[in-house]
């Protein structure tokens, strides 16, 4: 089991969190797993963005990236060369810091 520490955010958890995932779990199912309801628009299919993360430690160890996921993160918001589209990013051994953007893309929410 990795933990996965999530760092601070004003709405999915003020206080920040760590969480234990198994390998092979997405980051984006761990985080929903323990009730930090991160947006996932798409169901978690790769079709949007608003599941973007930024890996603050341990972006060596996930899976790498395919090109639809390189892709869409070209229109995430705050951008960092450590992104990732949560719901692709697989939990390997070891331990996560992540952060969740203030912001993301998502106009159902937006009321677009």
């Given at each position: 089991?990795?933990?996965?520490?999530?760092?601070?955010?004003?709405?999915?958890?003020?206080?920040?969190?760590?969480?234990?995932?198994?390998?092979?779990?997405?980051?984006?199912?761990?985080?929903?797993?323990?009730?930090?309801?991160?947006?996932?628009?798409?169901?978690?299919?790769?079709?949007?963005?608003?599941?973007?993360?930024?890996?603050?430690?341990?972006?060596?160890?996930?899976?790498?990236?395919?090109?639809?996921?390189?892709?869409?993160?070209?229109?995430?918001?705050?951008?960092?060369?450590?992104?990732?589209?949560?719901?692709?990013?697989?939990?390997?051994?070891?331990?996560?810091?992540?952060?969740?953007?203030?912001?993301?893309i998502n106009h159902a929410k937006e009321n677009h």
């Open positions: 089991m990795a933990v996965i520490k999530i760092l601070p955010h004003p709405e999915y958890c003020p206080q920040g969190a760590r969480v234990e995932a198994a390998a092979g779990t997405s980051i984006c199912e761990a985080l929903l797993d323990n009730d930090i309801r991160i947006e996932h628009a798409c169901d978690m299919s790769c079709a949007c963005t608003t599941c973007h993360v930024i890996v603050r430690e341990g972006f060596n160890s996930l899976g790498e990236m395919d090109e639809s996921e390189e892709d869409l993160l070209d229109r995430a918001w705050g951008l960092e060369p450590n992104s990732r589209l949560s719901c692709q990013a697989i939990v390997a051994q070891q331990d996560l810091t992540v952060e969740i953007p203030r912001y993301s």
